[in-house]
Structures are given as C-alpha cells and as structure tokens.
C-alpha cells in the first residue's frame, strides 16, 4: 500500500504524517522507518522509529532511494512502514514523471515484500495526474 499527502506548503502534510507515524508505532507489531531530507523531526517523532536524514547518505536520485529502501527491508525483514516527507526535497528531479515512476515502484515493492509507504508531496493537488491521484 501506497499513501500519498499531497499540498502546498504550509497545509499541514508534515503534522498530519508525524500523527501517522505515532499511530503506526501503537499499531504495528513490526519497525517503522521516517525518512526526511534534513534534521527537521527529530524531536516530533518518536524514539521507537527510525529516523534517516538523506542528506546524510547524499541521496541524488529516485534510483538511490530505490536501492536505500531495498537495504532497509533487506536488513530488517521486519519492517512494516516506511515514511518519506517531501519526496520533492531529496532528488534533483523534481518532475511529475519522476514521481510517477517511483510511486509505481513503491506500489510492487510493497506488494511484494509487504510494506507500507506513506509519502508526502509538496505542490498543489490539482497538479496530481491520474497516476500520482490513485494513491490518495
């Protein structure tokens, strides 16, 4: 599964993620992982997830996060979310097609290994095409 919060910034889509993830940690009985750009969360998530800054691990591209999110499962089969805030911050691009793409990709490897991924997205919802739109 697959969840996308999507909006401008300012609307509330990293307060409505962190409530998530607390709600993820007293429900699931395997790890829950954040993923953030920069050291914004340390503070507002709590200690029993994992927390990776990308700019500790120079993320440059959707295929790097691919390849970082496969290690995490890898390392830990026990892993059951998985949150990114602002997938727009960690890659150089930053186009509606890139995104696509690696919600699709996201979608089979959850399928696949059964793991959650909730994302946020920073632009306007009325700019989400079909593709970005079925993980609402």
């Known amino acids: 599964m697959v969840k996308v919060i999507m909006g401008v910034k300012g609307s509330g889509k990293t307060k409505l993620l962190i409530d998530l993830v607390r709600k993820a940690i007293e429900e699931e009985s395997g790890s829950v992982v954040v993923i953030e750009k920069e050291r914004s969360l ?31 499962h890898a ?34 490897f959850s399928k696949r290994e059964n793991v959650k991924f909730t994302l946020t997205l920073s632009a ?13």
Do not use: C, H
């Open 124 to 136: 306007p919802v009325e700019t989400a095409t079909d593709r970005i739109k079925k993980y609402f």
């Open 75 to 108: 390392g830990n089969y026990d892993t059951a979310q998985i949150f990114i805030d602002n997938l727009y911050k960690m890659f150089p691009d930053k186009s509606i097609a890139a995104a696509e793409e690696f919600l699709d990709w996201l979608e089979e």
């Open 42 to 72: 340390t503070y507002d998530i709590p200690y029993q997830a994992r927390l990776i800054v990308a700019d500790d691990y120079d993320f440059g591209s959707t295929e790097f996060m691919k390849g970082f999110i496969s290690a995490i």
